[in-house]
């Protein structure tokens, strides 16, 4: 049984601001000084490497209630700024992949136009927004391999309802610039490399690695939960495991992935009409 989660305090913008610098100060000198091997954008373009170990794709444009489509149109540019300084990366033995030191700060100067962002549980417009999207898809492929997560923020608002999702509650990675990071390390013995592409419907990515994987990743929902908690509010909840399969589709092992919380911004069940009056 989940937890209680509880009803969200509400901040300051000066305590959110300092929050802010802080937090942005400490990814900086924990780039420069923490001692990590972090994966750098290639000089050249990479030979692309030979087997396709997980793949995905997911649409551009989605029709959200309340949502201006300018802001969708806008994330497109902001996910083609973002994909090109992606694609191709190798993740070499050792090396941890860092969504933010890739990318960098998104900003008006490097061509991001303002796209949907989502804060405290509303959307507002901001520069760069929609790059959640490229985030999201980057961590659902990396729990299809043995490629390990060693930080990842979960949403902590179920803004939308399910609307065609074709991934479970949960399975993506939020990330706000540059404390709300990705970081992806291979400890394994082998290159690994991510591309991404934008086409005009869809984002499409991939790794890709130096050697054909002796086993692959079905990720499935366990104890999926919406509840009403004392504060008023809806909540849900879920874990996140994968089945590990030898080439053959053999069982080999079942891992817990993450366990997810959200707090709802939608009515999550339907009422009865309630009985006209005689």
Partial sequence: MAAPVEKPASRGALRLKLGSLYFTGKRYLRWLFGGINYAERPKAREDILPFTVATHATPLLRKLKAVDMALQYNKITN???????????????GQTFS?????????????????????????????????????NLA???????????????????????????TQPFGSGATCFYNYGDLAIKNNTLDRWQLNVRVTETEL????????R???????????????????GGYTRHNLLHRKKLSPDGTLLADEFVVENHAIMMYQPFLHAPSSPKE
């Fill in 139 to 165: 961590y659902w492929l990396t729990i299809h391999t043995p490629l390990t997560v060693v930080e990842r923020y979960r949403h902590g608002y179920d803004v939308f309802p399910d609307s065609n999702r």
């Fill in 99 to 135: 969504y933010w030191k890739l990318i960098g700060k998104p900003t008006r100067r490097k061509g991001y136009l303002e796209g949907m962002v989502l804060q405290s549980g509303t959307v507002r417009a901001g520069i760069g927004g929609g790059l959640c999207q490229l985030s």
């Fill in 213 to 231: 994987p002796d086993y692959s990743y079905q990720v499935y929902e366990k104890e999926h939960l919406l509840r009403g908690e004392a504060w």
């Fill in 204 to 211: 499409e990515a991939e790794w890709r690695c130096s050697r």
């Fill in 79 to 93: 996910l083609r700024l973002a994909a090109a300084r992606l694609n191709g990366v190798i993740l070499e033995p």
